[in-house]
């Protein structure tokens, strides 16, 4: 069949084709789409930290992804390596604005979208400088990488939060590095 010298059955295939064109870029942004979702559904946390000159680090760890995940240690390297070369810094969280008794900072669960701020009061302040680095374990086995501390200029605000937990200090001592066992003997592990 013709129109004015032009074949009109080739219409047919071209709509063929188009169609077929169309299914397939359609099958390519569905594809796209549910990557893109897979990916932002995962547990995604990303690490900062710094500190001010009243001898305070924070750590804010953000979950940029919507499935929760566990946090299960924070280290401070005074190197940046990773498997320390040295002990890691001892510190307490500080927790209500106050030191807490325990050292470290345990597990807890962090829900997505969310952030946790933890503020770590070191044990000798003197031993932090510009080559210590925060290092954070997480639930899944991964951890972050030495990430630096960078130096404010005014005083780190807040205390110790994590989203969804209450966080009560228990345990608080006026020195608990300054405990002793019944034989006199340091017991501030």
């Known amino acids: 069949m013709s129109c004015g010298g032009l074949d009109l059955s080739l219409l047919g295939d071209a709509a063929t084709w188009f169609g077929a064109m169309g299914t397939w870029v359609v099958g390519v942004a569905v594809a ?29 760890i953000t979950n940029r992804g919507n499935a929760p995940g566990a946090i299960n240690s924070v280290h401070l390297l005074r190197n940046g390596q990773w498997p320390p070369n040295q002990p890691a810094i001892p510190f307490h969280l500080e927790i209500n604005n106050g ?24 044990v000798r302040p003197a ?5 210590v680095h925060a290092v954070v374990e997480y639930g899944t086995g991964e951890r972050s990488s030495p990430v630096p501390l960078g130096l404010l200029t005014g005083a780190i605000v807040g205390s110790t939060s994590i989203p969804g937990i209450a966080i009560g200090n228990t345990g608080t001592e006026a020195d608990p590095d300054q405990r002793t066992n019944a034989n006199g003997q340091d017991d501030a592990g």
Do not use: C, H, M
């Open 127 to 131: 031993e932090i400088n510009n080559r």
């Open 99 to 122: 030191k807490a008794a325990t050292r470290g900072a345990g597990s807890f669960p962090l829900a997505g979208l969310t952030t946790a701020q933890l503020v770590l009061l070191p």
């Open 32 to 60: 796209v789409i549910a990557g893109r979702q897979l990916y932002l559904s995962r547990f995604r946390p990303t690490v900062t930290a710094y500190r001010d000159g009243l001898g305070r680090i924070a750590v804010r």
